[in-house]
């Protein structure tokens, strides 16, 4: 236990940075699957093909290829410069997106038509529609698989070590390396896990009921 207690201050801050790039990087594999969710459901034929490419693309590949493939691959080219940490986001980002626009896509064709034509007769356009009637209905349908998809992807940033971020799993392994103690130190690891994955699914329920009641 006396390890343990010892490597916490260090596995504290590599969480730190597991937290920080999985925010960021939700927030923005959010937005990319809102956008690629309408491009699909758009009746413009390029834009769904664009959609279904990059869905298909990430679905269909490895987290840890799309790591190496924007990582090593894109700073190969000498056109753009990224750091790991840069890098880890927009890979943890553009495979959530992915799993997000499917989810965002379900959610909206949930909704019955019957509300998007009542929301049009009224005098909403369609960005209205989308916004004030169809969005806030999806949402809260879309909330539970969101979240499972959100845990997925906390779990995904573990493998961004590969690259050389200092987070929690790469202080993991460097703690284990310098102790010799790899069973308590892993063991750590793991609690530390569950414990913000725990933390996060209690959010998401709490955040759920207060919308439910409304």
């Known amino acids: 236990m006396d390890v343990i207690a010892a490597a916490l201050p260090i596995l504290l801050k590599g969480l730190q940075i597991t937290i920080y790039i999985f925010i960021i990087a939700i927030i923005l594999g959010f937005l990319i699957g809102l956008v690629i969710a309408l491009f699909r459901l758009a009746p413009i034929k390029i834009l769904k093909w664009i959609a279904k490419i990059y869905v298909d693309a990430i679905r269909g590949t490895p987290f840890i290829v799309q790591l190496f493939f924007i990582y090593f691959g894109l700073n190969s080219l000498d056109l753009i410069s990224l750091n790991n940490t840069t890098a880890g986001i927009i890979t943890v980002a553009i495979n959530a997106g992915a799993y997000f626009s499917e989810i965002i896509r379900a959610g909206i064709q949930s909704i019955d038509k019957g509300q998007t034509e009542a929301a049009r007769s009224i005098g909403f356009t369609g ?88």
Do not use: C, H
């Not at 004030?132 to 499972?148: D, E, G, H, K, S």
């Not at 010799?180 to 933390?199: K, Q, T």
């Open 127 to 214: 960005a209205q529609t989308m916004r004030y009637v169809v969005l806030p209905q999806a949402f809260r349908r879309m909330l539970p698989t969101i979240t499972n998809q959100s845990i997925i992807s906390l779990k995904d940033t573990s493998l961004l070590s590969v690259i050389g971020i200092a987070d929690l799993t790469q202080q993991g392994q460097i703690q284990a390396s310098a102790t010799f103690e790899a069973f308590n130190i892993w063991l750590a690891v793991g609690v530390i896990y569950f414990i913000v994955i725990y933390l996060l699914t209690l959010l998401a329920n709490f955040v759920e009921r207060r919308i439910q009641l409304r």
